[in-house]
Antibody, heavy 115, light 106 residues
Framework: QVQLQESGPGLVKPSETLTLTCNVSGGSISNQYWSWIRQPPGKGLEWIGYIYDSGSTNYNPSLKSRVTISGDTSKSQFSLKLTSVTAADTAVYYC?????????WGQGTLVTVSS | DIQMTQSPSSLSASVGDRVSITCRASQSVRSYLNWYQHKPGKAPKLLIYGASSLQSGVPSRFSGSGSGTDFTLTISSLQPEDFAAYYCQQSFSIPTFGQGTKLEIK
């Protein structure tokens, strides 16, 4: 059974970089799509981007200038970096497997942007 | 971006009821439409993919239908564990989600 777990700081200051890691257990991250998705409080879900097989990436155009997703197959992990954060980036961040559909999700981690 | 609109945004029902949730896309997404169940503090769960294919392990009381711009998730007989939020998501282009439908106990 594939399981995903997000980790990272719960509080980030404005203008700084948000960094989260997703640890994948129960399966390899090779030859799969791995996505980040977020949900601001009281709002809908927003797809951030994906990484495929620790290599190719694709990002939501609305965030593309600030987002980097990277992967480490040796650690079965993939990571999200979001630069120049503002209060609008406060959200629950989820990692998930897939791109056409998201078959496995982590429980999510709340990241608050505040000074 | 393709906009996804769900209705209703909330729904009260009783155990044993048959309920349907609709999702409308701002343009055709063919059959690239998926449904998820989400309970507070838990990981979202894929229920239906490709508009009508039941994800492995999901009870058969869940079903999906539709193509193009109009889709429906139906739960044939509500069980206590089904009270949750439900989201549709299109993957015809950059993935976008509906705003969600909160299913509550009447």
């Amino acid at each position: 059974q594939v399981q995903l777990q997000e980790s990272g700081p719960g509080l980030v200051k404005p203008s700084e970089t948000l960094t989260l890691t997703c640890n994948v257990s129960g399966g390899s991250i090779s030859n799969q799509y791995w996505s980040w998705i977020r949900q601001p409080p009281g709002k809908g879900l927003e797809w951030i981007g994906y990484i495929y097989d620790s290599g190719s990436t694709n990002y939501n155009p609305s965030l593309k200038s600030r987002v980097t997703i990277s992967g480490d197959t040796s650690k079965s992990q993939f990571s999200l970096k979001l630069t120049s954060v503002t209060a609008a980036d406060t959200a629950v961040y989820y990692c998930a497997r897939g791109y056409i559909y998201f078959g496995y999700w982590g429980q999510g981690t709340l990241v608050t942007v505040s000074s | 971006d393709i906009q996804m609109t769900q209705s209703p945004s909330s729904l009260s029902a009783s155990v044993g009821d048959r309920v349907s949730i609709t999702c409308r896309a701002s343009q055709s997404v063919r059959s690239y439409l998926n449904w998820y169940q989400h309970k507070p503090g838990k990981a979202p769960k894929l229920l239906i993919y490709g508009a009508s294919s039941l994800q492995s392990g999901v009870p058969s009381r869940f079903s999906g239908s539709g193509s193009g711009t109009d889709f429906t998730l139906t739960i044939s007989s509500l069980q206590p564990e089904d009270f949750a939020a439900y989201y549709c998501q299109q993957s015809f282009s950059i993935p976008t989600f509906g705003q969600g439908t909160k299913l509550e106990i009447k």
